[in-house]
């Protein structure tokens, strides 16, 4: 099998867009064809108007992405039964042909890492993934098992670096003499980018959160880890355009590329109603996607 | 009810030491009589083993500690047996007399990170514990849902600040105009601890994490954060003193009080050895237990 980072600029290479949908399932937002009973998150038909949903938006979107990114935090709400849906939604995603990068940010030490990653990265996962993001504030090393147990399944890590939202600045800008905070914790993660190198297309499985809010820091972020992927936030509801959203990306054979730019909201729940019906939804989503693959195509071209 | 910082400091001053015993049921450490087939993470037997070796766990300590604090890693590798077991070891903790801080390290932003909150703190949460663990690498309002429901619902919210892993200093202590990292991020949670405040112990529901292998920087977090709780890491296993484990801690009227002293191996497994009868295991777990006690009870008296 091909690296997580082959696989996914591969498939990107053939869409010539570098879209990543975020699967978020809120359940205010989620439409009214899908919701049962009381949508109370213990309940158990609660799980299950969440399942069909990703599912039917797995369906939506499924030829025309190279990769979703399911939201762990909105699974885990719903006790271990979310957990039993986000792995079906997983498996139908990867079965129909998507990659799934699973945003969880998980971060812990030596053997309690291990743990997470064996969770979602080893070839034995419970719930195995194509790449997970990961936090790294205990440290560089605390990346490691991500990484070992990514190797040896030929998955891959994004490690949050620079973030979109305006407070995340309050820790990730602070100077320092190597510069702001961001850039220490990006040029620690070099040896990392090392580790899991690209094939085919030269691009790292190591991946790296940047924020498209924040496009000069990007750049910065470029110089220190050439070939890692980018996780791209905060193009679309966060306002950053498609050119910000591709900065440090770099010349391929289809365009640009380099990362990945997610956008959630905006494409799954397009209008705040969760009134509207099935078909109403699905041509709203059909139509989100159709925008955003074209303003991102047209910014790699 | 009373606050998590009063329930916590209470039961401590009645049991006159501050251990918290580290739940960690690492799958290849869990002695002969509770291992169940093959011990794979997928196996339904795997989780009835674990599920089985923590309820007897909780049994030993229960009257002994004011608090344990699972590791949400070493369920969620099980995949979701392993959320439906972490949920009955917690009742049962609970229904023992145990407060339970679960350690899962969580952070998110926004709404994301409300569905961490809501799946452990809220009143409705399927996984309900008395005080979770959380990372604040996206800014010190990505705190803010977590303070929220805990406040709604009594419970507690231990914020990263200082780790005990060596690595960790490598940010934790990069130097800024406004001190070391770790004193950036503690100065910021100052709006948390007035959030969360106690009410018949004085002691706030925010609770960090302090490293007893750094307790010099102890002392900087207990100045930035009079009233928080801390989670005092890096004691037994790690080296440092029952001394350096209760620094930053002050005069009450049971003796030095302020914070939670985590020990998970040395209690658990005190010895390497999987193999020991049911019998050996448990007397090794009472003595391990009674020495840290005292040991613990003689540095706060």
């Not at 996780?231 to 679309?236: A, E, I, N, R």
Request: aromatic share 6%; hydrophobic share 40%.
């Amino acid at each position: 099998m091909a690296s997580f980072g082959d696989r996914v600029i591969g498939r990107m290479r053939e869409l010539k867009h570098p879209l990543c949908v975020g699967l978020d399932p809120y359940l205010g937002r989620i439409p009214a064809p899908f919701r049962r009973g009381t949508m109370e998150p213990r309940e158990p038909e609660t799980a299950q108007a969440v399942e069909e949903f990703c599912l039917r938006a797995v369906d939506l979107i499924a030829r025309d992405v190279a990769i979703i990114k399911p939201q762990a935090s909105l699974f885990e709400r719903l006790g271990w039964r979310g957990w039993q849906v986000l792995e079906r939604v997983i498996q139908h995603a990867q079965a129909s042909g998507l990659l799934v990068l699973l945003d969880a940010k998980r971060g812990d030490i030596a053997e309690t890492a291990r743990g997470y990653a064996q969770a979602y990265l080893s070839p034995e996962a419970p719930c195995g993934v194509d790449a997970m993001t990961v936090n790294p504030y205990l440290g560089p090393e605390s990346i490691a098992p991500f990484v070992e147990e990514a190797q040896r399944s030929e998955r891959g890590v994004v490690v949050l670096v620079r973030n979109s939202n305006l407070d995340s600045s309050s820790y990730q800008s602070v100077e320092t003499p190597a510069g702001p905070f961001f850039s220490v914790v990006a040029s620690s993660l070099a040896r990392w980018q090392a580790r899991l190198p690209g094939q085919s297309t030269g691009w790292s499985s190591l991946g790296v959160t940047v924020a498209a809010t924040h496009a000069g820091d990007t750049e910065r972020i470029r110089l220190a880890l050439p070939r890692a992927l980018f996780l791209v936030l905060g193009y679309g509801a966060q306002g950053a355009s498609a050119i910000d959203a591709v900065r440090g990306f770099e010349h391929g054979p289809a365009g640009l590329e380099g990362g990945m730019v997610n956008s959630s909201r905006p494409i799954l729940f397009p209008t705040a109603a969760s009134d509207s019906s099935a078909k109403a939804w699905e041509q709203s989503v059909r139509d989100a996607l159709e925008r955003a693959t074209h303003e991102l195509g047209a910014a790699v071209a």
